[in-house]
């Protein structure tokens, strides 16, 4: 299976560049596939509605999956999944996909997951936890381009304020919570500030439903070595 991590677009349900980055990404990996396998590989989109990422009716899952036929993917080789047409979140993206591979069948046996490289860190993170729970789960990750640094008329400094990184402006205090396009210096080093934060909760100071799924699912213990 190839997964595209949901992104965001506009209130017009268009995608920004970030979202059509990781639907090419996936696209690319699959057509490097040997030829016989194109037509054994499903592809999973994600993403719901919601105020930060999507002000549409139409789930973000459904607007990356009708990018992906524009690029060339068979509508019937992009299998859709209800829990992911509600996802908010990368954690809630892991969390659903614990779910679905202990309903899957047959089982699914490879997952690769397709993001930006300035998301990437986060999402093995959180897949490569989640993947020990399923022993015969192969995982991989094929990063998408991040965007080209431009002038980006979403950067705008008076609209922000620091949040406790420094002099980093904040990354909820956003006049747009992502830009749509280019992004600006100012946009990436927000955006870094933000991965890396939220990186660092996850590894020292997991809360919520993902620390309840670690409590359920204590990670395995190690081959003893002979």
């Known amino acids: 299976g190839i997964f595209v991590v949901g992104a965001w677009n506009d ?4 995608l920004s560049l970030c979202a059509r980055l990781r639907c090419e990404a996936a696209h690319r990996h699959w057509r490097e596939q040997e030829t016989e396998q194109w037509g054994s590989v ?16 139409t789930p973000h899952a459904e607007l990356a999956a009708r990018f992906l036929v524009t690029l060339g993917v068979p509508a019937a080789l992009i299998c859709r999944q209800p829990a992911l047409d509600a996802i908010r979140n990368t954690v ?4 659903a996909w614990d779910t679905i591979l202990r309903a899957c069948e047959p089982p699914l046996t490879r997952l690769v997951c397709c993001t930006n490289a300035f998301h990437s860190a986060r999402v093995q993170h959180l897949f490569r936890r989640m993947g ?7 995982l ?7 965007p080209a640094v431009t002038a980006s008329p979403h950067d705008d400094p008076s609209a922000r304020v620091a949040d406790g990184l420094g002099t980093t402006p904040s990354y909820t205090q956003r006049t747009t919570a992502f830009p749509m396009e280019g992004w600006s210096e100012q946009d990436f080093a927000v955006q870094r500030a933000h991965e890396a934060k939220a990186l ?8 919520g439903a993902w620390k309840d799924w670690l409590d359920a699912h204590p990670e395995p213990e190690p081959e003893p070595e002979l």
């Open 200 to 207: 660092h909760g996850l590894r020292t100071a997991p809360f």
């Open 92 to 95: 809630e993206e892991a969390l």
């Open 11 to 14: 209130g017009a349900g268009r």
């Open 140 to 146: 991989g990750f094929a990063d998408a381009e991040d």
């Open 42 to 57: 499903r592809f999973f989109v994600s993403g719901g509605t919601g105020v930060h990422f999507n002000t549409t009716d």
């Open 132 to 138: 020990a729970a399923h022993p015969t789960l192969g």
